[in-house]
């Protein structure tokens, strides 16, 4: 969760979807002095990589939900903003950004998994489509796994 507040921030301080790279990097570590340019630029690339950003002309467009993400007062990002999360890992966010809670989702991905017999990856795939979610990333994430 800590990688979607830490994108979440740059547009949210903005007021839009949209915003210039330039502006993303500037937000993260001259404004909120979380990270150094370098690391605001790598956020960038995992961003992108895991379906939240997508690039367009030297702008950035947030491809989730802006306003069901908080950025707490008190949050600052943590080192876990720069490891690339699992196909299992989106999925579970994603449900949990849903209002689902993790250990229920968990336990039925577990299920799901052994029912199935398939790898934990494509069980949350298949859990969070089963539940209405949009997972498309984690599915790419899934496939390349496979």
Same mark, same amino acid.
């Given at each position: 969760m800590s990688l979607r507040v830490t994108v979440a921030a740059p547009f949210k301080q903005r007021g839009k979807a949209r915003i210039g790279e330039h502006e993303f990097v500037v937000a993260l570590s001259l404004d909120r002095d979380w990270l150094s340019p370098d690391q605001a630029k790598r956020v960038i690339d995992i961003a992108t990589g895991e379906g939240l950003v997508s690039r367009d002309d030297g702008d950035l467009? #947030?491809?989730?939900d802006l306003d069901s993400v908080e950025v707490p007062e008190e949050?600052?990002?943590?080192?876990?903003?720069?490891?690339?999360?699992? #196909?299992f890992e989106r999925a579970v966010e994603a449900l949990e950004a849903e209002g689902m809670e993790k250990q229920a989702v968990v336990a039925g991905v577990n299920e799901l998994q052994q029912e199935l017999g398939i790898t934990a990856d494509a069980a949350a795939v298949v859990y969070a489509r089963r539940e209405g979610v949009d997972v498309d990333d984690a599915a790419a994430k899934a496939r390349e796994g496979l």
């Open positions: 467009i #947030a491809d989730f949050f600052s990002p943590d080192e876990s903003v720069f490891r690339e999360r699992s #196909a």
